[in-house]
């Protein structure tokens, strides 16, 4: 079987890993256990089959008729999509496992089927959405993801918090699923399929739509500025392995929507580059400014993603400053960056929001001001949390630096005569890139000072301890 085939398998079994634990009474933890088990078979698979796909000769794709009347059953793994499953077979499985002790069917029997079933289709629809080749198979891979993200992050729905950020997703994700619409629309407008195949020629004006449609519609999913308005209450309510799913990985599928397209699209003319440049910065900025003056730890990294996925944008639209002006060092530096940075992001960031919500489950509190000197009673969270800080501010000589290394050396290559005002723009977002590493620090120095060092600020701290081990692993 070639390897688009074992990862379908693999996507298959993430997407069944949910049902399989339904099969049990509401508080039996047997059936967790099984879906993580089953969970766990789906990543292996997802990554034998990512190794064939890499190794394997030939093309790595599967075309079938279907069921409608348009279109066809059409995957493929290429070095893109790769890039991408990789983190979609890994955080999912870690935080079911995390989620054994975090979050107990016989603790909550009334929301664990309800979190077990939509994880699993969630993990497998992002699968699907990064191997699909057909419009309309992306769009309903897409719709599975949006809907289960929202059932798996309103779990606890007595809550009306939780409820309030639910519906404030759910009408955010659809806006952008009505761009997607539109663009697929111009999409088969201008090459007569749905088919999503690279396109040598296309008029400026509707290249220049299909560009715009996919950044909003995108940028939705991904919590870029100012479309990102859902990002902040889903992350903060949702049950924390969740959170660090739809942050660490469900995130990175708006990125992946944009630079899907923009590969697609013939070459385009330099203000795709400069608006996506100027939004990556902006949603960088304010993003960790927001995220400075928050005393919700969890609030705190979701702002904090924002800031990354705007790196990530600045990335992007460097590379495509490059592509117009046909300078390779430029798409090099900025895509390689960019995409560097989505795997360095859903590895720290995850971890982070596995350490919120060890410490919120062992204190019963998500504000940090209620907090303090938890480094004495979770010595290892303490640990972990702290090398999650050292990555997600870029300090050397973890990933973050790595990758935002590659993003200044793009930045400085971008000080160029030949690129005209875009040139200054470059300059400028490399100043921008230094400010905020700056107040990425200061944000993480005063979270993990206002969480672990001191002397406890409140009674239910002063006798907490780490969390059992499924949790630490």
């Given at each position: 079987?070639?390897?688009?085939?074992?990862i379908?398998?693999?996507?298959g079994?993430?997407s069944?890993?949910?049902?399989?634990?339904?099969?049990?009474p509401?508080?039996?933890?047997a059936?967790?256990?099984?879906?993580t088990?089953?969970?766990?078979l789906?990543?292996?698979?997802?990554?034998y089959?990512?190794?064939?796909?890499?190794?394997?000769?030939?093309?790595?794709?599967?075309?079938?008729?279907?069921?409608?009347?348009?279109g066809?059953?059409?995957?493929?793994?290429?070095?893109?999509?790769?890039?991408?499953l990789?983190?979609?077979?890994?955080?999912?499985?870690?935080?079911?496992?995390?989620?054994?002790?975090?979050?107990?069917?016989?603790?909550h029997?009334?929301?664990?089927?309800?979190?077990?079933?939509?994880?699993?289709?969630?993990?497998g629809?992002m699968a699907?959405?990064v191997?699909?080749?057909d419009?309309l198979l992306?769009?309903?891979?897409?719709?599975?993801?949006?809907?289960?993200?929202?059932?798996?992050a309103?779990?606890e729905?007595?809550?009306?918090?939780?409820?309030?950020?639910?519906?404030v997703?759910?009408?955010?994700?659809?806006?952008?699923?009505?761009?997607?619409?539109?663009?697929?629309?111009?999409?088969?407008?201008?090459?007569?399929t749905?088919?999503?195949?690279?396109?040598?020629?296309?008029?400026?004006?509707?290249?220049g739509?299909?560009?715009?449609?996919?950044?909003v519609?995108?940028?939705?999913?991904?919590?870029?500025?100012?479309?990102?308005?859902?990002?902040?209450?889903a992350?903060?309510?949702?049950?924390?392995?969740?959170?660090?799913?739809?942050?660490?990985?469900m995130?990175?599928?708006?990125?992946?929507?944009?630079?899907?397209?923009?590969?697609?699209?013939?070459?385009?003319?330099?203000?795709?580059?400069?608006?996506?440049?100027?939004?990556?910065?902006?949603?960088?900025?304010?993003?960790?400014?927001?995220?400075m003056?928050?005393?919700?730890?969890?609030?705190?990294?979701?702002?904090?993603?924002?800031?990354?996925?705007g790196?990530?944008?600045?990335?992007l639209?460097?590379?495509?400053?490059?592509?117009?002006?046909?300078?390779?060092?430029?798409?090099?530096?900025?895509?390689?960056?960019?995409?560097?940075?989505?795997?360095?992001?859903?590895?720290?960031?995850?971890?982070?929001?596995f350490n919120?919500?060890?410490?919120?489950?062992?204190?019963?509190?998500r504000?940090m001001?209620?907090?303090?000197?938890?480094?004495?009673?979770?010595?290892r969270?303490?640990?972990?949390?702290?090398a999650?800080?050292?990555?997600?501010?870029a300090?050397?000589?973890?990933?973050?630096?790595?990758?935002?290394?590659?993003?200044?050396?793009?930045?400085?290559?971008?000080?160029?005569?030949?690129?005209?005002?875009?040139?200054a723009?470059v300059g400028?977002?490399?100043?921008?890139?230094?400010?905020?590493?700056?107040?990425?620090?200061?944000?993480?120095?005063?979270?993990?000072?206002?969480?672990?060092?001191?002397?406890p600020?409140?009674?239910?701290?002063?006798?907490?301890?780490?969390?059992?081990?499924?949790?630490l692993?």
């Amino acid at each position: 079987m070639s390897g688009v085939g074992i990862i379908l398998m693999g996507a298959g079994l993430l997407s069944a890993s949910g049902v399989c634990g339904c099969m049990f009474p509401l508080r039996s933890l047997a059936g967790q256990r099984l879906a993580t088990l089953v969970m766990a078979l789906g990543s292996a698979f997802g990554l034998y089959g990512i190794w064939l796909a890499c190794t394997g000769p030939g093309p790595q794709s599967i075309q079938l008729p279907w069921f409608l009347p348009w279109g066809s059953f059409s995957v493929a793994a290429d070095p893109v999509s790769i890039l991408f499953l990789v983190p979609v077979f890994v955080i999912p499985t870690l935080g079911s496992l995390y989620g054994w002790q975090y979050w107990k069917h016989s603790d909550h029997p009334q929301g664990g089927r309800r979190i077990i079933l939509s994880y699993g289709f969630l993990a497998g629809a992002m699968a699907l959405v990064v191997l699909a080749r057909d419009g309309l198979l992306f769009l309903i891979a897409w719709e599975v993801m949006a809907v289960s993200a929202y059932f798996a992050a309103t779990a606890e729905e007595n809550n009306p918090d939780v409820r309030q950020a639910g519906w404030v997703y759910l009408i955010a994700t659809h806006m952008g699923t009505l761009c997607l619409l539109a663009m697929f629309a111009l999409w088969r407008h201008a090459t007569g399929t749905f088919a999503l195949q690279a396109v040598q020629a296309m008029p400026e004006a509707l290249a220049g739509s299909i560009f715009v449609l996919a950044l909003v519609g995108f940028g939705f999913k991904a919590g870029l500025m100012p479309v990102h308005v859902w990002l902040p209450g889903a992350h903060a309510n949702a049950p924390s392995h969740v959170s660090a799913v739809m942050s660490g990985v469900m995130l990175k599928m708006g990125i992946y929507g944009i630079v899907r397209m923009t590969a697609l699209l013939p070459l385009g003319e330099a203000w795709w580059g400069a608006t996506l440049l100027a939004t990556g910065a902006v949603s960088a900025v304010v993003g960790i400014a927001f995220a400075m003056g928050q005393r919700d730890i969890k609030r705190l990294l979701a702002y904090s993603s924002i800031e990354n996925i705007g790196i990530v944008a600045m990335g992007l639209g460097l590379a495509l400053l490059g592509r117009s002006f046909d300078k390779a060092e430029l798409i090099a530096l900025g895509l390689g960056g960019a995409l560097f940075h989505v795997w360095n992001h859903s590895l720290f960031k995850s971890l982070l929001f596995f350490n919120a919500g060890a410490v919120i489950h062992a204190a019963h509190t998500r504000d940090m001001d209620r907090l303090g000197g938890l480094a004495k009673q979770m010595p290892r969270v303490a640990s972990l949390f702290f090398a999650g800080a050292v990555a997600i501010s870029a300090l050397p000589p973890l990933n973050g630096f790595a990758g935002e290394w590659l993003l200044y050396l793009g930045f400085f290559h971008g000080l160029d005569q030949s690129l005209g005002k875009s040139g200054a723009a470059v300059g400028l977002a490399a100043v921008v890139l230094a400010s905020v590493g700056a107040m990425v620090l200061a944000c993480f120095v005063k979270a993990f000072g206002s969480i672990f060092l001191g002397s406890p600020r409140s009674d239910n701290v002063r006798h907490i301890k780490d969390p059992h081990q499924s949790m630490l692993i």
